[in-house]
């Protein structure tokens, strides 16, 4: 199975709403990501987890809160989120290299969740 | 800053034609990897040339590397209708850990 996993393909949501995006793979990968792309943008990157461990956090909003409750499953829990958090969200997956060390695999993208802040 | 930059930001051809992609880069890399996206959809792994690599192919692809210049260029040889997407590079910066940085993305339009 090379295949990442999102749920849901859309979602809209209101800006008092809570919500979760999640993702799953059963490649065996231990690094986890989450993107967020604007049209016609390159993907963002938000969080990485290694081994199940927040590793990157990359200054992201707190109402973006990421959770990775075990190595195949990779969940974005929304609150309280703006019209300018409208986005594609992406979830990949890889192997993790190791800090320094060896180069880095291929990621292996989710087809995305189209999320509309009204 | 964004890592890596591409152009040009959007090329049109005839199929059987040939397009190539420029990457530019700032800081040292392990490896550079492209991706392509079709509209809307989740990016799609083409090719990784690591830092120690100056060419590398694979299929209809071919990718260089200078790392003295910083930059990067992706090939495609006979170009087809279905070649049509955004092709993306992307950086893993010499800085250790997982952070990938992408570049801005060519939109390639191939023509029938």
């Known amino acids: 199975d090379t295949e990442v996993t999102q749920t849901p393909k859309h979602l809209v949501m209101g800006m008092t709403n809570k919500k979760s995006l999640k993702c799953e793979q059963h490649?065996?990968?231990?690094?986890m990501y989450w993107y967020k792309q604007k049209a016609k943008k390159p993907p963002e990157l938000m969080f990485v987890y290694s081994y199940e461990k927040l590793s990157i956090n990359e200054s992201v909003p707190s109402r973006f809160s990421p959770e990775c409750p075990n190595s195949s499953l990779l969940n974005l829990h929304l609150h309280a989120l703006q019209p300018e958090d409208s986005a594609l969200y992406l979830c990949?997956?890889?192997?993790?290299?190791?800090?320094?060390?060896?180069?880095?695999?291929?990621?292996?993208f989710g087809p995305g969740t189209r999320l509309t802040v009204l | 800053s964004q890592q890596g930059e591409e152009d040009p930001q959007a090329l049109s051809i005839q199929e059987g034609e040939n397009a190539t992609m420029n990457c530019s880069y700032k800081?040292?890399?392990?490896?550079l990897q492209w991706y392509r996206q079709n509209s809307g959809r989740g990016l799609v792994h083409l090719i990784l040339i690591r830092s120690n690599e100056r060419e590398k192919h694979s299929g209809r692809l071919r990718v260089t590397l200078d790392t003295s210049k910083k930059s990067s260029s992706l090939l495609i040889t006979a170009s087809r209708a279905a070649d049509t997407a955004s092709y993306f590079c992307a950086t893993d910066a010499n800085t250790g850990g997982f952070k990938t940085i992408f570049g801005a993305g060519t939109r390639l339009f191939v023509k029938a």
């Open positions: 490649m065996g990968h231990r690094a």
């Open positions: 800081t040292s890399i392990n490896n």
């Open positions: 990949a997956s890889s192997h993790p290299g190791l800090a320094g060390g060896p180069v880095k695999n291929e990621q292996f």
